[in-house]
């Protein structure tokens, strides 16, 4: 009996066709029967959810620490980097958020790193966004270069927002890589976690 060896993209080619013969009659009988065809369709999340202007609510938060003696309390959270205030956008591509009226951070939702950019001279700094889509949260990462060309280090502050009706919830933990990439939590002020409680606003 003569037995016939064909090269494995040959075999490969030859299973496409088998599956493409098989399927085509199901698809005719349809067409024949007036019936549509299925089309399979792409449905893009934009995270909709996430959009809107929503309010810090200060008493349903976890883990801010108390402003020192003197300091204003909403110059302290600036520095801890707790808005009062967020507005978030989104598109199918991009998630951007607006932290007390400033320039909004701009994440892409495929998780391609953005860097910041200085507003006047388009000239890019060492700030650096990226998102991560964590079941039903989004996690939003901003790492700031930090160090020297010889010891290069980064802060990272790493943002959990789920949305629950009209409450948005922000997990954040901040932290430092430190060389050769290790990643520390420091013990001061905003370097612990805290549970960030944001209550939806009606549209102005």
């Known amino acids: 009996m003569t037995r016939w060896a064909f ?6 080619r030859l299973l496409i066709a088998i ?8 698809a005719l009988a349809l067409a024949a029967q007036g019936l549509p065809i299925p089309i399979t369709r792409r449905q893009f999340n934009d995270f909709f959810e996430y959009r809107g202007r929503w309010t810090l609510d200060e008493k349903a938060s ?3 620490p108390s402003p020192p ?11 801890l980097n707790a808005p009062r205030e967020l507005v978030i956008a989104t598109t199918e591509t991009e998630f951007s958020v607006a932290k007390d009226g400033g320039e909004p951070e701009v994440y892409r939702i495929d998780g391609t790193e953005t860097q910041e950019r200085d507003p006047r001279t388009g000239v890019g700094i060492d700030r650096f966004y990226r998102f991560t889509q964590v079941a039903d949260s989004v996690a939003l990462t901003r790492r700031l270069r930090t160090g020297t060309p010889v010891e290069p280090g980064a802060e990272l502050i790493t943002d959990a927002y789920s949305v629950a009706g009209a409450v948005l919830t922000v997990e954040r933990l901040r932290s430092h890589v430190f060389p050769p990439g ?5 013990k001061e002020p905003g370097s612990h976690r805290m549970t960030l409680v944001y209550r939806r606003q009606a549209p102005r």
């Open 7 to 12: 090269p494995p993209t040959f075999r490969a």
């Open 19 to 26: 599956v493409v013969v098989a399927t085509a009659p199901s």
């Open 62 to 64: 976890v883990g801010i």
């Open 69 to 79: 003696e003197g300091i204003e309390a909403m110059r302290f959270l600036a520095a």
């Open 182 to 186: 290790s990643v520390a939590v420091l």
